[in-house]
């Protein structure tokens, strides 16, 4: 008996890792292998003939020189990395809050009231996944011309229009945030919302809460992993965003750290900078996925 027993174990366990493998492969050549070249880069050197970033491979020999460059820029007395970097943690942080409050009560309501909707709303929902994120930009361009809709509806109810909001004011680049990665936010708030066991939010009226007590201290609460999941997904490629910026402003006062790192990537010589500015994002990223990890186990033991 313990020898079939045995066997069954080493067939299940040779199983378990010959459906894991195409996924360890697909993260090793796609993660893996990537980050150690940006590593190679950022620790090497540049040609000094055509400029180009010389990568080493040996880890024994890389070098801190572009790392030392880059904190200079951060905080050095000629540093221009410092701005665009508290930028991009002030527009990310208002987006975000935006974002989590148009959010919310849309989800609230599909995951309640839609009730045979249900599916048109979701559907709703995720119709804008089937538009890119570059045209979904374009089109904001064209809403925020001098003579395109906005103006004119502003002018139409007797406000002042004629606003130049392509010509690098921040609020367009935090709201162009917020409608490129708002849909995201629904979704997840939508699926932990509507993941609530409804009996709890019954006993909780039957046990003399109102509905404003019963929606503050069991919905909200319960749909807490939800917000910080909600929070975190929009954020964090917030925190990297280049292209929003690029197509809504353009100005050097709304320049967020993304751009940065572009403009480091393209120009001769500083690549290994650029790579070293996008691994130091990367790992200020993972402060806080470090922090939802565990407040989402948190959660679920609270909850369990």
Do not use: C
């Amino acid at each position: 008996m313990g020898r079939v027993q045995d066997s069954y174990d080493r067939r299940n366990r040779w199983l378990w890792m010959g459906l894991a493998a195409p996924g360890a492969i697909w993260l090793l050549v796609l993660f893996v292998v990537p980050f150690y070249v940006m590593l190679a880069v950022a620790a090497g050197g540049v040609n000094p003939f055509f400029q180009t970033a010389v990568p080493i491979w040996n880890p024994l020999n890389w070098s801190s020189v572009n790392l030392t460059a880059v904190w200079h820029d951060m905080v050095g007395s000629g540093a221009f990395l410092g701005p665009p970097a508290l930028r991009t943690l002030l527009y990310t942080a208002i987006a975000t809050a935006i974002s989590l409050a148009i959010a919310y009560p849309v989800a609230y309501f599909v995951s309640r009231y839609a009730g045979r909707r249900k599916a048109l709303f979701l559907v709703l929902l995720i119709a804008p996944f089937w538009v890119s994120y570059m045209m979904r930009m374009l089109a904001w361009i064209d809403l925020l011309q001098q003579n395109g809709f906005v103006n004119s509806a502003l002018s139409a109810l007797a406000l002042p229009g004629h606003t130049d909001w392509l010509g690098g004011k921040p609020v367009t680049v935090v709201l162009g945030l917020v409608y490129g990665y708002i849909p995201y936010v629904i979704l997840v708030l939508y699926a932990g919302l509507d993941r609530i066991d409804q009996s709890l939010l019954e006993a909780a009226r039957d046990l003399g809460l109102s509905k404003w007590q019963t929606f503050r201290h069991v919905t909200v609460r319960l749909s807490k992993p939800a917000i910080i999941a909600a929070a975190f997904i929009t954020s964090l490629p917030m925190l990297g965003d280049y292209f929003t910026n690029q197509l809504l402003s353009g100005a050097p006062g709304t320049t967020m750290i993304g751009n940065a790192i572009e403009g480091q990537l393209e120009s001769p010589g500083e690549t290994g900078q650029g790579a070293v500015l996008a691994l130091l994002l990367l790992f200020v990223l993972l402060i806080p996925m470090i922090y939802y990890v565990g407040s989402t186990a948190r959660a679920s033991r609270e909850f369990a």
